[in-house]
């Protein structure tokens, strides 16, 4: 198999990121969601307008994972007041990791995982986090093998639907 690159991506890749952004949240959720709730928060999230203000947020990096050029998942990174919560100076955010369904099984998410760890350590970072929706218990599993603990819970609403978030950290020195 050709290899994976992974790289840091600029405003210029905005079509390609709300493409891939699209499509693998809707891939990923789309059984658990109605269909309007699904359309509402794809065009909420994922507009070109959200886009260019997170990719301009010095804050805030998103990563693509390519292969032969293609984008077949991606990365998005919180630091310091950018995180979505606990906010804190010493902790890095794993906001969103995802990749397309036809790569499952491929090591892609596990090459962007170790991208997010190789950063973490750049910047000292004490602790990495994330919330993860309780019922994917796929991407639950990913992070527990990596040495992910449950530490907390929190909401998130997707379109007028309350969904439970566990809150999980990797903690580094």
């Keep these: 198999?050709?290899?994976i690159e992974v790289k840091k991506i600029s405003i210029s890749d905005i079509?390609?990121?709300?493409k891939i952004g699209k499509q693998t949240f809707y891939e990923t959720f789309s059984s658990g969601n109605t269909e309007e709730n699904m359309t509402k928060y794809l065009n909420e999230?994922?507009?070109i307008e959200k886009l260019t203000n997170e990719l301009n947020n010095k804050s805030s990096e998103f990563y693509f994972a390519t292969?032969?050029?293609n984008v077949i998942g991606y990365l998005k990174l919180n630091f310091g007041q950018s995180q979505t919560e606990l906010k804190d100076e010493k902790a890095l955010e794993i906001e969103r990791i995802y990749v397309l369904k036809e790569?499952?099984?491929?090591?892609?998410?596990?090459?962007?995982?170790?991208?997010?760890?190789?950063?973490?350590?750049?910047?000292?970072?004490?602790?990495?986090?994330?919330?993860?929706?309780e019922e994917n218990p796929r991407a639950i599993n990913f992070y527990k093998k990596?040495?992910?603990?449950?530490?907390?819970k929190h909401v998130f609403k997707l379109g007028n639907d309350e969904q439970t978030d566990i809150m999980m950290k990797l903690k580094l020195n």
């Design 45 to 47: 999230g994922f507009s």
């Design 103 to 133: 790569f499952h099984g491929k090591k892609v998410g596990q090459i962007l995982y170790d991208k997010v760890i190789e950063i973490a350590k750049q910047k000292s970072t004490n602790y990495v986090w994330l919330g993860v929706w």
């Design 15 to 18: 079509d390609q990121l709300q």
């Design 146 to 152: 990596n040495g992910f603990v449950e530490f907390d």
């Design 1 to 3: 198999m050709e290899s």
């Design 67 to 69: 292969l032969q050029n």
